[in-house]
């Protein structure tokens, strides 16, 4: 049974900073890109940032270059997004999401709030 289980969201200030962490389970994680997508209220899901199956190679959008990083252990299943300077526009919730070929696998999600 495929699994991916999202934790460390919560409520943070401005300024502060992060880290969720999405395990896989049910499948060969070595082999998937890594994503993380968030979806606002009221917005369409949009992808935040994703790091290929070796960890070779990151992409980030616009919003959050310089301030969130992808990272992955493939020895524990685990990718994880780092945020840092958070603002209240990043509030979301945040979505792990695994790709390859056809085989899309998705979280159900952690929630992210920036409000002082």
């Known amino acids: 049974q495929v699994q991916l289980v999202e934790s460390g969201g919560g409520l943070v200030q401005p300024g502060g900073s992060l880290r969720l962490s999405c395990t896989a389970s049910?499948?060969?994680?070595?082999?998937?890109?890594m994503n993380w997508y968030r979806q606002a209220p009221g917005k369409e899901r949009e992808l935040v940032a994703g790091?290929?199956?070796?960890?070779?190679?990151?992409n980030y959008a616009d919003s959050v270059k310089g301030r969130f990083t992808i990272s992955r252990d493939n020895a524990e299943n685990t990718v994880y997004l780092q945020m840092s300077n958070l603002k209240p526009e990043d509030t979301a919730v945040y979505y792990c999401?695994?790709?390859?070929?056809?085989?899309?696998?998705w979280g159900k999600g952690t929630l992210v709030t920036v409000s002082s």
């Open positions: 049910g499948f060969t994680f070595s082999v998937y890109d």
């Open positions: 790091i290929t199956n070796t960890g070779g190679s990151t």
């Open positions: 999401n695994a790709k390859r070929l056809v085989r899309d696998y």
